[in-house]
């Protein structure tokens, strides 16, 4: 049914309507033109024949007087030679003479006092005994007589009723056949439509091997599909460079920090003079930053590359218990109130250390940019679906700056000064991309309050241990350097 509703609201289908609607306007017209012009015909034919006995009978009257008009006239009212044609002549006292009606009809319709339709059941000897009439009167002024002749058009009614109900259901199945084609077309262009979504969709959460199926009948969505795969194979190259040359750089340069570190300690444990011990200090100080900088590199290219292919079933409720573990005696060693409230059953399916990593990384930005007041963080349904929630009092997020937080290494001015490189909430923003979350910023009046919600496709039914999801985590620090400040 959803796969019908998806067709009718499709733009192919749309685009069908609206040409088999311009269609069936022009041939709506076209019939109606016909009918027009056929009925028309009809109804001038039988005027013609009208004029044409009328003509007859002024001849008879003028080479035989009144008696071979009558004559003329009872000749044509001949059931046996006539069956259509209706006549009366009558004197000037309105007396029948001849014909096959006794009175003269009283017009009901017509645009003169020559041509008039009436319905008379006085036709004597016909057949049909009543008719549809469409007459000529006339009257002799020298005799005084008066002569009516007509001819009975309910045949022509009928013929005309007959083509204008063919022109309507030729019309109808025009329509008709024209959205049964529009509903085949939009049906055949939405199943390759929907190959291309999918596709994208899967590029989209990390998988960057899709590739849109080619149908072999070379069309254009064919030849659009084959453009598509080169654009994504292309792509794909500079994803794969680029993520090689990050990685490639933060692993190259990890090494000779790492040995600068190695002999910063070494020079600090020969040093006795304190001005020097100090400046080596502020140097061990600045390679911790850069060394944790790097890995936080790493691990957004990796929450960035990760795919579903991989992923296992979490309990988010043990996860969320032994992050808030970690991060709780940090937020009361800061003075600070520290509310958990975690909803129970809650299963989904992801990489437990990107999951784990995230909402690290969000407790620890509330942390760390809350001066005073309380740290919540809460696991609960909406709408049916899991939701993490992480709300702070601090100073919060300008509107303005709600997507830039989730860049890598932005910070606002005033965050500049703190420990940090920017990257916690773009690792946040990347784990959310490869898992398929909303991720939300919002502000708490005061603070900012930032939710991820999972979709429907990642939840899971039957628990999996997800405590071990956090033998990665670093340990939780006053002032780590390896998140992006909540206030950014």
């Not at 005799?143 to 259901?169: E, K, Y």
């Not at 709300?391 to 703190?418: A, H, I, M, N, W």
Request: net charge neutral.
């Amino acid at each position: 049914m959803q796969r019908v509703l998806r067709i009718f609201r499709s733009f192919t289908f749309r685009l069908a309507v609206v040409y088999t609607l311009i269609f069936g306007v022009s041939v709506g017209g076209l019939f109606y033109f016909v009918f027009w012009a056929t009925a028309g015909f009809a109804e001038q034919q039988v005027e013609a024949t009208i004029e044409a006995e009328v003509v007859t009978f002024q001849e008879s009257l003028q080479r035989a007087g009144v008696q071979g008009l009558i004559m003329a006239v009872n000749r044509r009212a001949d059931p046996n030679t006539n069956r259509d044609g209706v006549y009366l002549l009558v004197d000037r006292l309105g007396n029948p003479l001849a014909g096959n009606m006794r009175v003269w009809p009283q017009r009901s319709e017509g645009a003169d006092d020559v041509w008039i339709n009436f319905t008379t059941s006085d036709n004597r000897g016909a057949t049909p005994a009543s008719a549809d009439v469409r007459a000529l009167q006339l009257m002799d002024q020298e005799s005084g007589v008066r002569l009516l002749v007509g001819r009975d058009i309910r045949a022509a009614r009928v013929f005309r009723q007959r083509l204008q109900d063919s022109l309507n259901v030729g019309l109808a199945l025009t329509v008709g056949l024209g959205l049964i084609g529009g509903y085949i077309f939009s049906r055949t262009i939405m199943g390759r439509i929907e190959s291309v979504t999918r596709t994208c969709r899967s590029i989209m959460s990390g998988d960057l091997s899709k590739r849109v199926p080619v149908s072999l009948r070379n069309d254009e969505l064919s030849q659009l599909s084959v453009s598509i795969n080169s654009m994504l194979d292309q792509i794909e190259r500079l994803m794969r460079g680029m993520q090689q040359v990050s990685e490639s750089v933060a692993h190259d340069l990890r090494t000779p920090l790492t040995r600068l570190r190695s002999r910063l300690e070494n020079s600090l444990r020969h040093v006795a003079d304190s001005a020097q011990r100090t400046a080596i200090e502020g140097a061990l100080d600045d390679a911790d930053s850069l060394l944790a900088t790097f890995a936080a590199l790493l691990r957004v290219a990796r929450a960035e590359a990760g795919t579903q292919k991989n992923f296992i079933e979490i309990d988010l409720h043990t996860l969320a218990e032994e992050v808030a573990d970690l991060y709780g005696p940090l937020a009361e060693e800061k003075g600070l109130g520290f509310v958990t409230r975690f909803e129970q059953g809650l299963m989904v399916k992801g990489d437990p250390n990107l999951l784990a990593q995230a909402l690290a990384n969000l407790i620890d930005n509330a942390i760390k940019y809350t001066d005073e007041g309380a740290v919540t963080v809460v696991l609960t349904r909406q709408k049916g679906l899991p939701v993490i929630i992480v709300c702070d009092t601090g100073p919060g997020v300008p509107d303005e700056y709600k997507d830039k937080v989730l860049e890598r290494l932005f910070r606002l001015e005033q965050s500049r000064t703190s420990p940090g490189s920017g990257l916690g909430l773009a690792l946040v923003a990347a784990v959310a991309k490869s898992h398929g979350l909303e991720l939300k910023l919002e502000d708490n009046t005061p603070g900012l309050k930032i939710s991820l919600r999972f979709p429907a496709a990642v939840v899971a039914q039957d628990p999996k241990l997800a405590g071990q999801a956090l033998k990665s985590l670093p340990a939780p620090s006053k002032a780590p350097a390896d998140t992006a400040p909540a206030t950014a």
